[in-house]
């Protein structure tokens, strides 16, 4: 077998990554089918980018880095000047159709092979479908919709963009089905389970303001009793932490791997997230926990200051690296200022820490900390929008929700909200902000929202609701760009 039920996660094992044995030599036994879709999660790994631009793209922080060209991708979505052959933006459609390709791969081969557990392996298979494909149309809008089969070379001018709403429909389908067929719990941590699709389902949902179906399904994820919110909001993004009692999905990182590839685009092809590295303190040493990285991913001091005084989740979001030299002179700690969009502040969520990387491989590529994909905290903001937005509005349950994540965050019930309407309605935009800072959600929320416009600087409206397609893709496939890139 290739998936094992010890400790460690699934996605240490390399399940046939590249799909080079034929389908006549596969498919005869059940571990085929388990090793192949334990290659389907593996392109998740590669999204490791996706998050920081979901932040750097906002209000909430800077690209940052060594200077105006390092990181050059991530540098012009931070400024607005992106263009079509941006790597990063190339990066995540290309890592996002591998991983469909991989799942349609399964879905040509489903009939092959009757086992026990069948139907529950495939709800996996579908729910990664509708994840890559949500974070496709979160990028580019309507994306080429393919489900039946791998995408060949051959098929490169056959599909061209589907609409936004068909790739939805494709969405909500694919959910549909792994929620029919997952199991309510796994042993295996990181894998995919019931409420895991159910969260998915009701997050789209609210993505295509469907608050009325938003709100039944995420009551649905609250009520199972599957999730518990973590007590100390610091203790979430620590090892430690990880795959814990608040987690509904994770991305799993590994630090095993030796093995390292410079050669591809933005080195995405390890097992470990480079995200923390880039998050990382240049140059910083002395007796901290932290290690150094490359100082990219900036918080900025706006939203450092949205924080209000007793909100545990600031310390614990935001690294004001002079404030923590400070206060802890016995570590002896010396770093080098961000050379570039310096803050003075660092995320400190994904902050690089000492002994979670590999060193006999590539340090920066090798960091374990796993990507919190879809959080109950975050399920909890969600359904409260959903109340609150309904046709029918339940306010008092959207205060409910809104509250647990606010006395977490402080630490006591004072800071309870009692309100209503359109003013509840922004409180909890706002809540969102600061209980998922520098997770990614921050840009989507405000397109969503309608708020970008009036949040970030250089926010073009009709052109920067989305990013542009690649333009090796409009080259290939002579796909329709995005309006005014």
């Not at 909430?60 to 012009?76: F, L, P």
């Not at 963009?161 to 997952?182: G, M, N, S």
């Not at 097992?271 to 990285?293: C, D, H, T």
């Not at 921050?442 to 920067?464: C, E, M, W, Y």
Request: proline share 3%; glycine share 6%.
């Amino acid at each position: 077998m290739i998936i094992s039920t010890s400790c460690k996660k699934f996605v240490d094992y390399n399940a046939h990554e590249d799909f080079i044995t034929t389908t006549a030599d596969y498919f005869k036994t059940p571990s085929d089918y388990q090793s192949l879709v334990v290659g389907c999660y593996t392109p998740l790994q590669w999204i490791w980018a996706n998050p920081m631009i979901g932040d750097i793209a906002s209000d909430n922080s800077v690209t940052g880095g060594e200077n105006a060209t390092d990181v050059k991708g991530m540098q012009q979505i931070d400024d607005y000047t992106i263009v079509t052959n941006n790597s990063y933006l190339t990066e995540a459609w290309s890592s996002c159709f591998e991983g469909i390709n991989r799942a349609n791969y399964l879905h040509e081969n489903k009939s092959l092979l009757n086992f026990t557990g069948k139907e529950a392996l495939y709800g996996e298979v579908y729910f990664l479908r509708a994840l890559y494909y949500f974070e496709l149309v979160k990028f580019f809008g309507g994306v080429p919709l393919f489900t039946d089969h791998r995408l060949t070379v051959s098929d490169s001018k056959a599909y061209q963009r589907a609409t936004k709403a068909a790739v939805y429909q494709q969405i909500e389908a694919d959910l549909t089905t792994a929620i029919a067929t997952l199991p309510k719990t796994t042993s295996e941590k990181g894998r995919a389970i019931k409420t895991s699709a159910q969260a998915l389902l009701g997050k789209v949902y609210i993505y295509e303001n469907k608050f009325d179906a938003a709100a039944a399904i995420l009551d649905s994820v609250i009520n199972s009793g599957v999730y518990s919110l973590v007590p100390n909001f610091q203790d979430i993004f620590l090892q430690s932490g990880e795959n814990g009692s608040e987690s509904v999905f994770e991305v799993q990182y590994t630090n095993l791997s030796n093995q390292h590839d410079y050669g591809t685009v933005n080195f995405t092809r390890s097992q470990g997230n480079l995200a923390v590295q880039f998050s990382g303190v240049r140059s910083i040493s002395g007796s901290s926990p932290y290690a150094e990285g490359y100082s990219c991913n900036l918080p900025t001091v706006e939203l450092s200051k949205q924080f209000t005084t007793g909100d545990t989740r600031k310390s614990a979001t935001i690294l004001d690296i002079e404030a923590y030299k400070k206060a802890n002179p016995s570590f002896n700690i010396a770093y080098t200022v961000a050379p570039y969009k310096n803050t003075g502040l660092y995320n400190n969520k994904y902050q690089p820490r000492k002994g979670e990387s590999n060193s006999a491989g590539v340090v920066a590529l090798n960091y374990l900390t796993n990507q919190r994909t879809l959080r109950y905290a975050d399920i909890l903001l969600l359904a409260a929008e959903a109340n609150n937005r309904a046709s029918a509005t339940n306010d008092a349950k959207a205060i409910s929700y809104l509250n647990l994540v606010r006395r977490r965050a402080f630490g006591d019930m004072l800071h309870d909200v009692a309100l209503t309407g359109s003013a509840l309605k922004q409180l909890i935009w706002d809540e969102r902000r600061l209980e998922l800072a520098m997770e990614g959600d921050r840009f989507f929320d405000l397109v969503r929202t309608g708020q970008a416009s009036a949040k970030i600087p250089g926010f073009v409206v009709g052109k920067n609701e989305l990013f542009p397609i690649p333009q090796q893709e409009i080259d290939a496939s002579g796909l329709a760009q995005n309006p005014n890139y």
